[in-house]
């Protein structure tokens, strides 16, 4: 079944945070509160497609939150900061930290459908269009032989090398073969918490990205996270080897 897009919301107002956690999830979203540097950084390795910010808060340092999103290897996330309308100051401030838009408060209570849908990250396909890089190509042969420690340390040439959003789905790869890793060492708990960063990534390229088949990756990972769920924690068994992924092409 698949994940929702997430959405994190910095935001400490205990009035309004549950109202717009319930329009998100009525929208479809996972909406995600953070409000500090731990809860953002975990919220980021779900992919969020969004990062809503209240820049007139007096409590969380949001200044420097926009700051740690910005610098995060997670991939590109927009921000959208809200705050007083007749605060021109604060709306210069929070653009020049980092805030890709500025709202005023009443537009995040009557409009959060039209400013979501206009601001959340959304791919552009035709970077799916291009051929896979060498690297990824050879991480690739490497995770389907089970290699995945090399796996992992050559796709993360490919990652480091690729500037532009369609990495995200370079580091989900990665992430599936590091879960596939803890696996082979009976760590449940890495394997999941790989599984869960990468699950999300791959989704947004789905269901097929420079010739790799992404929808089937994404089938073959869930079925392996139901696996461990079904197994526990506790588990220091076997594994059905027959469940660990190969990565198949559409093209190449």
């Known amino acids: 079944m698949p994940t929702l897009d997430s959405v994190v919301l910095i935001v400490d107002d205990l009035l309004f945070l549950p109202k717009l956690k ?10 995600i509160a953070a409000t500090d540097d731990t809860q953002v950084t975990r919220a980021l390795f779900q992919s969020p497609v969004l990062v809503i910010v209240d820049v007139s808060s007096q409590i969380v340092d949001w200044q420097h939150l926009i700051g740690l999103i910005k610098k995060s290897k997670a991939g590109p996330v927009p921000i959208l900061g809200f705050g007083p309308h007749v605060d ?14 500025f709202v005023g408060r009443g537009a995040i209570t009557t409009n959060l459908p039209h400013l979501i849908e206009k601001y959340k990250w959304q791919l552009d396909s035709s970077h799916c269009q291009d051929k896979p890089p060498p690297l990824l190509i050879d991480g690739i042969a490497l995770f389907n032989q089970g290699d995945y420690y090399e796996s992992h340390e050559v796709i993360e040439h490919a990652w480091n090398e690729e500037p532009g959003p369609i990495r995200i789905m370079f580091q989900g790869i ?27 990534k791959i989704q947004h390229f789905g269901p097929a990205c420079m010739g790799i088949n992404l929808a089937d990756l994404l089938t073959q990972s869930e079925a392996i996270r139901e696996e461990l769920l079904r197994l526990g924690p506790e588990w220091r068994g076997e594994f059905d080897q027959h469940l660990l992924p190969t990565i198949k092409y559409t093209s190449l």
Request: glycine share 8%.
């Open 22 to 31: 319930n329009t998100l999830r009525h929208l479809g979203y996972n909406p």
């Open 88 to 101: 021109l100051l604060l709306r210069e401030q929070s653009l020049r930290l980092g805030c890709d838009a």
């Open 174 to 200: 990665l992430q599936i073969g590091v879960a596939c890793y803890h696996i082979q060492r009976k760590n449940w708990r890495g394997a999941m918490k790989l599984l869960d960063r990468a699950i999300p």
